[in-house]
T-cell receptor, first 113, second 111 residues
Framework: DVKVTQSSRYLVKRTGEKVFLECVQD?????MFWYRQDPGLGLRLIYF???????EKGDIPEGYSVSREKKERFSLILESASTNQTSMYLC????????????FGDGTRLSIL | QKEVEQNSGPLSVPEGAIASLNCTYS??????FFWYRQYSGKSPELIMS????GDKEDGRFTAQLNKASQYVSLLIRDSQPSDSATYLC???????????FGGGTRLMVKP
C-alpha cells in the first residue's frame, strides 16, 4: 500500500511565524503535490513537483514556497504565516505514468492565531 | 466553468438503497477518472479508478464512464450509514498531466 506521511495532524502557529509542513512518501513516486482544502472551496492546488529540485506553481501559490531536496520528501513553507492560511493542508503523490491516481496523506490541520 | 463538476448535495438515501453519484467533465479528451471518499475531517481515500467506457465493479461500488456524454458516475449498492461521506470525482486533462477534482458530493445514508 502507498504510504504518504505528513509530519503533523494538528499544528497551531502565530501570525508572522515561518511554518514548515513536511510530507514523505514511500512508493518512489516522481510526483508530489500540496493542496489546501477549505469548506465550500474544495481542493486547491498550491504547488507540485515532478522531480527532485523541480517545482511548479499551482492555482494559489502566493504566500507559500516548497522544497524538494529528496525524491521522497516534499516540504511546504509558509514564509510569514497569516490568519487566512488557517486551513487543512493535504499532501499527495503519484507515479509519473499518465493516468495514475494521487494518494493522499492524512492531512495537517493548521491554525494561525 | 470548472472542468469537473459535481452536485454538492447533500444526497440522502435510506440504508440498503442504491446511491447514485454523478460527475460531468468538460475536457473531451480526458482519459482517466477516479472516485475518492472523504470522511469529515479526514483526507481523501481512493476507492475507484476507471479508464475506459463502461462499467467497473468492485464490491458494492460500480463506476461508470460515458465518454460520449462526458460523465462519470459512482453507484453504491446496499448503502450503509458508514458510507456517509463526501465523494470527490477527479479526472485528468487531455494531456494526462494534470488531475482536476470536482467539489464533491456529500452523501448521507439514513438508518
Amino acid at each position: 500500500d502507498v504510504k504518504v506521511t505528513q509530519s503533523s495532524r494538528y499544528l497551531v502557529k502565530r501570525t508572522g511565524e515561518k511554518v514548515f509542513l513536511e510530507c514523505v512518501q514511500d512508493m518512489d513516486h516522481e510526483n508530489m503535490f500540496w493542496y489546501r482544502q477549505d469548506p465550500g472551496l474544495g481542493l486547491r492546488l498550491i504547488y507540485f513537483s515532478y522531480d527532485v529540485k523541480m517545482k511548479e506553481k499551482g492555482d494559489i501559490p502566493e504566500g507559500y514556497s516548497v522544497s524538494r531536496e529528496k525524491k521522497e520528501r516534499f516540504s511546504l513553507i509558509l514564509e510569514s504565516a497569516s490568519t487566512n492560511q488557517t486551513s487543512m493542508y493535504l499532501c499527495a503523490s503519484s507515479w509519473t505514468r499518465d493516468g495514475q491516481p494521487q494518494h493522499f496523506g492524512d492531512g495537517t490541520r493548521l491554525s494561525i492565531l | 466553468q470548472k472542468e469537473v463538476e459535481q452536485n454538492s448535495g447533500p444526497l440522502s438515501v435510506p440504508e440498503g438503497a442504491i446511491a447514485s453519484l454523478n460527475c460531468t467533465y468538460s475536457d473531451r479528451g480526458s482519459q482517466s477518472f477516479f472516485w475518492y471518499r472523504q470522511y469529515s475531517g479526514k483526507s481523501p481515500e481512493l476507492i475507484m479508478s476507471i479508464y475506459s467506457n463502461g462499467d467497473k465493479e468492485d464490491g458494492r461500488f460500480t463506476a461508470q464512464l460515458n465518454k460520449a456524454s462526458q460523465y462519470v458516475s459512482l453507484l453504491i449498492r446496499d448503502s450503509q450509514p458508514s458510507d456517509s461521506a463526501t465523494y470527490l470525482c477527479a479526472g485528468y486533462n487531455n494531456a494526462g498531466n494534470m488531475l482536476t477534482f470536482g467539489g464533491g458530493t456529500r452523501l448521507m445514508v439514513k438508518p
